[in-house]
Every structure is written in structure tokens, then in C-alpha cells.
């Protein structure tokens, strides 16, 4: 695995613009970390685009943030975090890492941002690894010694906290810390290429492809083999990735609302997706009369033809097209209502951007597999984190 640094100037002039306009008011307290996280990511997704061969398409990408507390710091301090993407195109595995304070600043006497990439084809497996919650189990550990030290002086009050001390305890014991660690194969990789927070939506989506793209040796590297297996049978041989599509994504988005479907196309426009907006069903029918498109994010609730009946005359027109319904009104009636009539998925407003497009990438990587097998793509409710 190569590493190389990341500049980072152009991000902290970002940061420094985020920062100031938290002094002048213009973002909240409140606001301020999603905003610093939201340009981080984008640095990170620009770096490694940057980076990209001719031809080589980014498939995947998932973020996390780890706290660093230092002993020589007060404890009343925000402490700084690591903030670590992961990218997967159909060729490379990109890891792009760098820390920073609570408020947007580089960390001191940390190294600087780094990116680091390995060929696919060096990839030889995943480790499932677990640790328990040490920290959990000892501040659980440590309330329960001193109810029952107190116990006759707190009375009702130390029953409690005897309880809540238990249940962090069976919490750190029976709920332990899942990630996952990518094994690269001929090179000892420092720090390890690690996939944090597996459940989140985006770790799952990463971690899928991985698995499709190296094919049934990665498989079976994920689950290991039974004890009875002789230790020096050979991995299976990795299947080659597949060839990239040469044609990008295109996507209708059918939304009343100005503001969000054009920020929804830039940001799909920034992930190489062919974005065309439409302010209604009407107008939506118009453009796939004559327009090709391959998944369309609809509203539920507009003026005149509301959602659902739009996605039942989409059904009819462009049977098999994948639908993802949105909805800042949504009833499990209308969820079961939608997937009955062919949507892929459905999913309430407000929805992050990042997560969007990772369901709008997955119904398309869906209904291309149906079309490959000759039937139609399959309707799944929305899957919650």
C-alpha cells in the first residue's frame, strides 16, 4: 500500500470561512460540526477524484470520525478527532485520513493528512474483528462499588445506580465494538485499513461491493473456516472486478420543491450522475417519454398529480424502472402503498445527500441486475440505520 501526503490548505481556508461566519452569526452552534464534517468529506471526495486513471469510476465511500482525548489535556476540552474516509473504485481501495479540532482546526503535533490506496488485486481478505467495551465496563464497574459503598446513604437513589452500573456492564460485555480490517496481501499495512461503524448504511454498501467486486476468495476470507480445516489450504483465486459502465447514471428527480431538488442535482453532478429535475408529475412523464433514465426520486406530496399516482403512470410507461418515493409526510400506510406499486424504495425527508445517492446507486445496481436475469427489479422497503 503507497501513502502520500494530502494537502489540506484549500480545506482549512473552508474551515477558516466556517468559522467565521460562526463568530458573525450566520451559522449556529448547533450547525457549525455537520457544516465542518460536510467539508471535510467533500475535501476528502476531491482528493481522491483527483486521483482517479482515466476510466476508473468511484463506487463506493463511507466516513467515520474517532475521538483522540490526550492525557496532557484538560478533560474539559472537546477532544480532537480523526476524521477517516474510505473510498472503493473499480480498481483501488483509497483511505484518506486527517484530525482535527472540535472547532475545524489542524490538530497539533499530529501528522499530516495522508492518503493512502491499494490495487484491489492485492486485497486478500476481511477480518471480522470485535473488542469489548473496556471503558464501559469499568465507569459500570466503578458506579456499582460506590452505590453499594453508599448504599445506605443514597437508599433509593444507590438502587439505581447499582441498576444503570449493571446494565453498562452487560452493555460493554455483551455488545462489543464491530469493524472490520482489510488484509492486504505481501505488506503489513501501518495503521491498519480498517472499515469503523460496519451497520451504518454506507459501511454496508462498502463493504457489499468489496465482496462482489473480489469475488468468492474475499467471501470466504470473511467467515472463517471451520476448526477441522487443514491451515495451509489456498484461498480461492480473486475474480477480476467488472468492467466499469461506460455510461453515467442519469436521474430524474420529480420534487415541488425548488431548493431541494437542485441541490440534489449538484450534488449528484459531483458524483459524475447525469441529474434532470422536474417540478411535477407531468412534467416528469414528459421527460421519460422522450428522455432516457435509469432511477427516479419522486415526492410523495405535490401540487396536482400527487406522488403515487405519478409512480403508478411511471409503472406503466417505464415498467421496471427503478422509483425511490420521498416524503416529509410519511405513514407506514403510504410506505406499503408506495412499495405496492413498484417503488424500490421509500424514504422520509430529510434524507442526507451522501445516503441518497448511495440508495439511488444500489436501485440502479439492482435493476441492472434484474435486467441480466430478465425480470424486473426488486421492490425492498427502506432499510432504517
Known amino acids: 500500500m503507497s501513502s502520500e501526503p494530502f494537502a489540506t490548505a484549500r480545506l482549512e481556508r473552508t474551515l477558516r470561512t466556517l468559522r467565521e461566519k460562526r463568530e458573525r452569526g ?28 482515466q476510466g ?37 481501495l483509497f483511505r484518506v485520513r486527517a484530525t482535527f479540532t472540535a472547532d475545524g482546526r489542524p490538530a497539533e503535533g499530529v501528522a499530516d493528512a495522508l492518503i493512502d490506496q491499494v490495487p484491489l488485486e492485492h486485497v486478500s481478505g476481511l ?5 469489548v467495551r473496556i471503558s464501559e465496563v469499568i465507569a459500570g464497574a466503578v458506579v456499582v462499588a460506590v452505590a453499594l459503598l453508599l448504599g445506605p446513604v443514597l437508599l433509593l437513589t444507590g438502587k439505581l445506580l447499582v441498576a444503570l452500573g449493571v446494565l453498562a456492564i452487560l452493555h460493554g460485555l455483551l455488545l462489543p465494538n464491530r469493524w472490520f480490517e ?33 469475488g468468492p476468495g474475499l467471501a470466504a476470507a470473511v467467515t472463517p473456516p471451520p476448526v477441522t480445516a487443514p491451515a495451509t489450504a489456498a484461498a480461492q483465486p ?10 453515467p447514471l ?31 408529475g407531468a412534467e416528469g412523464l414528459a421527460h421519460l417519454a422522450g428522455a432516457p433514465c435509469d432511477v427516479v426520486v419522486l415526492d410523495l406530496r405535490m401540487p396536482g398529480m400527487d406522488g403515487l399516482q405519478t409512480l403508478k403512470r411511471i409503472h406503466e410507461l417505464r415498467p421496471g424502472l427503478p422509483i425511490i418515493l420521498l416524503t416529509g409526510h410519511g405513514t407506514a400506510t403510504a410506505g406499503l402503498e408506495a412499495i405496492r406499486e413498484h417503488a424500490v424504495n421509500f424514504l422520509l425527508k ?6 441518497l445517492v448511495l440508495e439511488i446507486e444500489a436501485a440502479a445496481g439492482r435493476s441492472s441486475a434484474a435486467a441480466a436475469a430478465g425480470g424486473p427489479a426488486e421492490n425492498v422497503p427502506a432499510e432504517s440505520d
Not at 476528502?44 to 483527483?50: E, L, N, Q
Not at 495503521?191 to 465482496?211: D, F, H, I, T, Y
Not at 430529510?350 to 445516503?355: D, F, G
Open 350 to 355: 430529510p434524507v442526507a445527500p451522501s445516503r
Open 127 to 131: 477480518q471480522r474483528r470485535r473488542q
Open 250 to 280: 442519469r436521474v430524474l428527480i420529480i420534487d415541488d420543491e425548488t431548493v431541494f431538488r437542485d441541490t440534489l442535482a449538484k450534488v449528484l453532478a459531483r458524483r459524475n450522475i447525469e441529474a434532470a429535475v422536474a417540478a411535477g
Open 238 to 247: 480473486a475474480l477480476p472486478p467488472p468492467a466499469p459502465s461506460l455510461l
Open 182 to 214: 482489510v488484509v492486504v496481501s505481501g505488506a503489513a499495512v501501518e495503521p491498519p485499513l480498517l472499515v469503523l461503524a460496519p451497520r451504518k448504511a454506507s459501511g454496508r454498501a462498502l463493504l457489499q461491493e468489496l465482496r462482489q467486486r473480489l
Open 56 to 92: 476508473e469510476a468511484l463506487v463506493a465511500e463511507h466516513h467515520v470520525a474517532r475521538g483522540h482525548l490526550k492525557l496532557s489535556r484538560s478533560v474539559l476540552r472537546e477532544p480532537d478527532e480523526e476524521s477517516v474516509g474510505i473510498f472503493l473504485t473499480d480498481r483501488r
Open 26 to 53: 450566520d451559522l449556529t452552534d448547533k450547525k457549525f460540526p455537520a457544516a465542518v464534517a460536510e467539508a471535510i468529506v467533500e475535501a476528502f471526495r476531491d482528493a481522491v477524484r483527483g486521483r482517479l486513471s
